[in-house]
């Protein structure tokens, strides 16, 4: 996720390098204590301090349930927290982008809907990710027995690292006697019955019933025709790939021949599910994350996919939503392969040429007529595809009809233009051509209307609706944090709401005019090197909204340190740097050594003022001393 929080560095001690490597030249940082507002989850009531920590390996995840990379991350730590329960201890800190992220029921549906089995700390002021200095979600802080921080990482990609790491700590600190084994401090909560638990899509049958994807539980489930009598779980519940199991699953798409597109999210699948026979078959997807530089088309069983959320039947083709890598991608069933078919992984809002175009964690998809909607839910926006009109067979663009980029949102009505939504998670076409919008974080259903070119409010009072089904003259919503569908007949009349905007709660680094040296600090884990045999193992792409803010500097390059010239006259804007490094085991007598790939997106508010900073330091992996 490219969002960034800018705040003063911490004081380190130490050389002014990064400084993970060998044990003996860590910088000695010690680690502040967590304090956050909302106060801690998944302790049984009990307040945490360090100091009840200490003798713990402590891995700090600071995350916020809206961003798909630390959902991401949450998956590659579920491994190493069982493998090391008596050592380590994970302690998620909540740290919200979106207003409805700083509402603290929000946050304990969260930490059950992605079955976080760890102690979590609500931190709706962003108090502690201020004191770890953090910048971007996800970052992951490891503190050692002692109490010092030893280690920070960015993005995804980190868990062999952090695996490598603590087995260091392990064998030291259990050398040293300072080391403490023991049971953590994690507490489940209760469970609670009810039909579905934060059900995400919802698609209704030729028969009248209605199939939804039951997340949490990892389930689909066939409701009655009233949205409510339970007639079949279809799945064991267990996570898994295999025939009988989903990993938490989302979109759902009615197929031609009456079979259902299951979109089989943490498992990077696409399924196919026969409701007349019960067969479950994985189409597309090899079950691992697609990481940059993996293939992006082929035979659709041997291509990764990445967090795939949506998907609808449109031009022949089943189109995904793919949250994970901000993008959309089809599979062709006539031929079993699978390409992208817009975006280029960069995160933010940017229309026009489908090869071109930027999304921000793509979760709703919608085919109508000519046009797919999109609901591309980081940068509060509903888009569409359409093809071009001076272009081949296969050409396609991207346009905005609501949405201006990643830091505005809200709940504001009237002219397209200007309308706000809070992270939007499903489009639904009506039979007007208007298309309804799951207004996920503004609790409402809202609608944006083609013809008059205007947003409105259809409903209010809706618990984090996901998506919406048309029935006859109704429209079933599902409201996953309700863990119901809510059937509501289409209204005539718009709901009158008081209009509300907010921008993303974050001060704008400020910066000198001129020259802004950029430094992406990486440094290989114990053990492995950057791989430079068959060339650089490091990118590191840079642009800005709007792109006038950089006179030079931009695009892509190998060196994850560059110089950016401002524009003369520039006073604000965002700096957008994606960076990626991939390093391999260090170790000789291994023919084909594993390499392993770690990657970010920071979006960085800047603002351009005489005494600003001239170095602008973002940390993939290692810890930034200047």
């Not at 050409?395 to 002219?415: E, I, N, P, Q, W």
């Not at 500097?553 to 401002?566: E, K, N, Q």
């Not at 790939?597 to 508010?605: A, I, K, L, N």
């Amino acid at each position: 996720m490219g969002d960034v929080f800018p705040v003063a560095p911490v004081e380190c001690l130490g050389t002014g390098v990064t400084l993970n490597v060998h044990m003996a030249s860590r910088a000695r940082v010690r680690a502040p204590e967590l304090i956050g507002k909302g106060g801690w989850l998944n302790t049984g009531g009990n307040e945490l301090t360090l100091s009840d920590l200490r003798g713990r390996i402590v891995i700090l995840d600071f995350w916020t349930f809206c961003c798909v990379n630390c959902l991401h991350v949450l998956d590659e730590l579920r491994e190493l927290e069982e493998r090391h329960r008596d050592s380590v201890v994970i302690i998620g800190v909540h740290s919200p982008k979106f207003v409805h992220e700083a509402d603290h029921q929000a946050v304990v549906d969260a930490v059950e809907r992605y079955g976080v089995e760890h102690p979590v700390l609500d931190d709706p002021e962003l108090a502690t990710w201020k004191q770890y200095a953090v910048r971007a979600w996800p970052t992951l802080v490891v503190i050692d027995p002692e109490g010092y921080v030893v280690a920070q990482h960015a993005g995804e990609g980190h868990a062999h690292a952090i695996e490598t790491l603590v087995e260091e700590l392990v064998a030291e600190h259990g050398a040293k006697g300072t080391l403490r084994r023991g049971d953590g401090p994690y507490v489940p909560p209760e469970p609670v019955a009810t039909d579905l638990r934060f059900p995400g899509k919802a698609v209704r049958l030729p028969g009248g019933t209605f199939l939804v994807s039951d997340t949490t539980r990892h389930q689909l489930v066939e409701l009655a025709a009233d949205g409510e009598e339970v007639l079949r779980r279809i799945g064991s519940g267990e996570r898994g790939l295999g025939p009988d199991s989903f990993n938490e699953p989302q979109g759902l798409a009615l197929l031609p021949d009456g079979t259902v597109a299951v979109a089989d999210t943490v498992n990077h699948a696409v399924r196919i599910f026969d409701p007349a026979t019960g067969a479950l078959e994985t189409v597309a997807g090899t079950g691992k994350q697609w990481w940059q530089g993996s293939p992006t088309a082929g035979p659709a069983r041997e291509v990764d996919l990445s967090s795939p959320w949506d998907l609808a039947w449109w031009q022949d083709r089943l189109w995904i939503a793919m949250a994970g890598v901000h993008q959309i991608w089809a599979y062709d069933p006539a031929d079993g392969t699978v390409a992208v078919a817009a975006g280029t992984t960069n995160e933010g809002l940017v229309d026009g040429p489908a090869a071109e175009a930027w999304f921000a964690q793509p979760s709703g998809l919608a085919a109508a007529g000519d046009r797919l909607w999109i609901a591309d839910s980081e940068t509060s926006a509903v888009r569409w595809i359409e093809r071009a009109a001076d272009d081949g067979a296969d050409g396609y663009v991207v346009r905005t009809a609501v949405g201006t980029g990643l830091f505005d949102f809200g709940h504001r009505d009237g002219a397209a233009e200007q309308a706000l939504l809070q992270h939007p998670l499903g489009v639904t076409a009506l039979p007007d051509g208007s298309v309804a919008v799951a207004d996920t974080y503004n609790h409402a259903l809202r609608r944006y209307d083609p013809a008059s070119g205007e947003v409105t409010t259809l409903a209010t009072d809706l618990r984090e609706p996901s998506a919406a089904v048309l029935a006859d003259d109704d429209i079933v919503v599902v409201e996953s944090a309700r863990h119901r569908l809510t059937r509501l007949r289409l209204p005539e009349e718009a709901v009158r709401v008081e209009s509300v905007a907010h921008r993303t709660q974050r001060a704008a680094t400020d910066i000198a005019p001129g020259t802004l040296r950029l430094d992406v600090v990486f440094q290989a884990p114990a053990g492995q090197k950057l791989d430079t045999r068959y060339g650089p193992s490091t990118r590191l792409l840079v642009s800005a909204t709007p792109p006038e803010l950089l006179a030079d500097g931009a695009g892509a390059g190998t060196d994850l340190a560059r110089d950016l010239v401002l524009a003369d006259g520039a006073t604000e804007g965002v700096l957008h740097v994606s960076a990626m490094a991939a390093s391999c085991d260090d170790d000789p007598d291994i023919e084909y050594p594993a390499c392993h790939v770690h990657q970010q997106d920071w979006g960085v508010p800047v603002r351009i003022t005489g005494d600003g900073a001239a170095r602008l330091g973002l940390v993939l992996a290692g810890l930034d001393a200047e």
